[in-house]
T-cell receptor
Framework: ETGVTQTPRHLVMGMTNKKSLKCEQH?????MYWYKQSAKKPLELMFV???????ENNSVPSRFSPECPNSSHLFLHLHTLQPEDSALYLC???????????FGEGSRLTVL | DQQVKQNSPSLSVQEGRISILNCDYT??????FLWYKKYPAEGPTFLIS?????DKNEDGRFTVFLNKSAKHLSLHIVPSQPGDSAVYFC?????????????????FGQGTILTVHP
């Protein structure tokens, strides 16, 4: 079982759809993150959760709604997205010291 | 304002030779630097890191050098192998929060695509 698992790996959705990305970590970490990777751009931090509490929202539009029910699970709820939101969404986890992130394989999102 | 920059989008190297990947940063508060490697269809994986109190860290074929005065770091891979072909991301963090911990707020560069030819 890999350390950080993301589902689905690929998602195609219309602008009016509502979908969710799921992340699960089996590393016993207490911090979880959502990053976005667009083509030819650096990874951009979206959200940080420590012990289920959101500690960082990096000016992310409200059409992205994170949820962290416990330290092992993280969701990203998507609604009324735009085509420019098409990207690779990466989940990561870490200890609270947070200097080394363990990434999942990513969810490739395409918004039509 | 991009605080971490990898100015070379790609690098091509012959197997057995040295690969040198470069990274520049602008934020003088950064005190911890990491390199991640990413294969297609996989998430980034941690490769090597260096704290600002050091200027070199070595792990097998991988060595990271830090020049604080120039705000520059580099990753050397020697000897390069075809399996090293991947995208390499430089990342940096600054101490925030209680006790100076950084809580994983990494700032990433754009990445450099390394291709090692047999």
């Amino acid at each position: 079982e890999t350390g950080v698992t993301q589902t689905p790996r690929h998602l195609v959705m219309g602008m009016t759809n509502k979908k969710s990305l799921k992340c699960e970590q089996h590393l016993g970490h207490n911090a979880m993150y959502w990053y976005k990777q667009s083509a030819k751009k650096p990874l951009e931090l979206m959200f940080v959760y420590n012990f289920k509490e959101q500690t960082e929202n990096n000016s992310v539009p409200s059409r992205f709604s994170p949820e962290c029910p416990n330290s092992s699970h993280l969701f990203l709820h998507l609604h009324t997205l735009q085509p420019e939101d098409s990207a690779l969404y990466l989940c990561a986890s870490s200890t609270l010291a947070g200097e080394e992130l363990f990434f999942g394989e990513g969810s490739r999102l395409t918004v039509l | 304002d991009q605080q971490v920059k990898q100015n070379s989008p790609s690098l091509s190297v012959q197997e057995g030779r040295i690969s040198i990947l470069n990274c520049d940063y602008t934020n003088s508060m950064f005190d911890y630097f990491l390199w991640y490697k990413k294969y297609p269809a996989e998430g980034p994986t941690f490769l090597i890191s260096i704290s600002s109190i050091k200027d070199k860290n070595e792990d097998g074929r991988f060595t990271v050098f830090l020049n604080k005065s120039a705000k520059h770091l580099s990753l050397h891979i020697v000897p390069s192998q075809p399996g090293d072909s991947a995208v390499y991301f430089c990342a940096a963090s600054a101490p925030v929060g209680a006790g100076g911990t950084s809580y994983g707020k990494l700032t990433f560069g754009q990445g450099t695509i390394l291709t090692v030819h047999p």
